[in-house]
T-cell receptor, first 115, second 115 residues
Framework: AQSVTQLGSHVSVSEGALVLLRCNYSSSVPPYLFWYVQYPNQGLQLLLKYTSAATLVKGINGFEAEFKKSETSFHLTKPSAHMSDAAEYFCAVSETTGANSKLTFGKGITLSVRP | NAGVMQNPRHLVRRRGQEARLRCSPMKGHSHVYWYRQLPEEGLKFMVYLQKENIIDESGMPKERFSAEFPKEGPSILRIQQVVRGDSAAYFC?????????????FGQGTRLTVV
């Protein structure tokens, strides 16, 4: 079975600082990887996805992530944090076996942005 | 195109009552997934359904929980004889195809409180 590890539960950065949220995965097959964002009392919104095309994936709101097979990582970055980026971020891997498919999520990381 | 619609957004039930959570997928989507979110635990997969079929229910508790996705109408997650431990946010997601290389679109969730 595939799994996702998001180390730490909380990251705090200053407005304008670099955002780096880490994600490592385990998968026996080439994975499809996703980052979702959740604002308070809301559902999940897709930030970006990796589906075996370019290893550097650009998403919405200035976020990007790089797939590194050798490190089994898919870290999320943004050069300059904005107050509106404060939310919970989930990394997920898509697991497909025949007709069966589902997303397996990490535990999530809460991002706080200090003024 | 309306997004994934879940209702109710908030549901309060007394212990022993039944909870019925509804999910209308996006237009054209025939794949539905239910997830449960507990604080500090991320999203846990519960069940994957296609029209009239349960594909994977490996994440469903063996008792009291059931799910359906009829030919007509929304998908329903049913919890019988609710207990306090069922209090959580329940999210539904839909996709047009198997998740092999496509994303899942999430609803805003139903927050169940058992009192």
């Amino acid at each position: 079975a595939q799994s996702v590890t998001q180390l730490g539960s909380h990251v705090s950065v200053s407005e304008g600082a670099l955002v780096l949220l880490r994600c490592n995965y385990s998968s026996s097959v080439p994975p499809y990887l996703f980052w979702y964002v959740q604002y308070p009392n809301q559902g999940l919104q897709l930030l970006l996805k990796y589906t075996s095309a370019a290893t550097l994936v650009k998403g919405i709101n200035g976020f990007e992530a790089e797939f590194k097979k050798s490190e089994t990582s898919f870290h999320l970055t943004k050069p300059s944090a904005h107050m509106s980026d404060a939310a919970e971020y989930f990394c997920a891997v898509s697991e497909t076996t025949g007709a069966n498919s589902k997303l397996t999520f990490g535990k999530g990381i809460t991002l706080s942005v200090r003024p | 195109n309306a997004g994934v619609m879940q209702n109710p957004r908030h549901l309060v039930r007394r212990r022993g009552q039944e909870a019925r959570l509804r999910c209308s997928p996006m237009k054209g989507h025939s794949h539905v997934y239910w997830y449960r979110q507990l604080p500090e635990e991320g999203l846990k997969f519960m069940v994957y359904l296609q029209k009239e079929n349960i594909i994977d229910e490996s994440g469903m508790p063996k008792e009291r929980f059931s799910a359906e996705f009829p030919k007509e109408g929304p998908s329903i997650l049913r919890i019988q004889q609710v207990v306090r431990g069922d209090s959580a946010a329940y999210f539904c997601a839909s996709s047009p195809y198997n998740l092999g290389n496509t994303e899942a679109f999430f609803g805003q969730g139903t927050r169940l409180t058992v009192v």
